[in-house]
C-alpha cells in the first residue's frame, strides 16, 4: 500500500510540474479569458440550434436574412 502511495504522489508531482511548464507559456489573462470566452461561445450556438430546431432551418434563415436587411 506505501508503495502505491508513493508512486501515485510521485506521479501526482510529475503531472503537476508538467502541467505548471506547459501553461507557463501564456497568458494568465488568457488562461482566464479563454473559458469564459468558450462559454460565451457555447451560449450561442445553443441559443442558434434551439431557434433552428423550433421554427426550422428555413424559417430561422429567412429571418435573420431578413432582420439584416432592416
Keep these: 500500500m506505501d508503495s502505491y502511495s508513493s508512486w501515485l504522489n510521485s506521479f501526482l508531482v510529475r503531472f503537476r510540474l508538467s502541467a505548471n511548464l506547459f501553461l507557463s ?3 494568465p489573462l488568457a488562461l482566464f479569458l479563454a473559458p469564459l470566452l468558450t462559454l460565451f461561445i457555447a451560449r450561442l450556438l445553443h441559443s442558434l440550434l434551439s431557434v ?3 421554427k426550422g432551418l ?6 435573420l436574412f431578413m ?3 432592416k
Excluded: G, R
Excluded at 428555413?58 to 429571418?63: E, G, I, P, Q
Design 25 to 27: 507559456q501564456f497568458e
Design 52 to 54: 433552428i430546431h423550433e
Design 58 to 63: 428555413k424559417a430561422t434563415v429567412l429571418a
Design 67 to 69: 432582420s439584416s436587411i
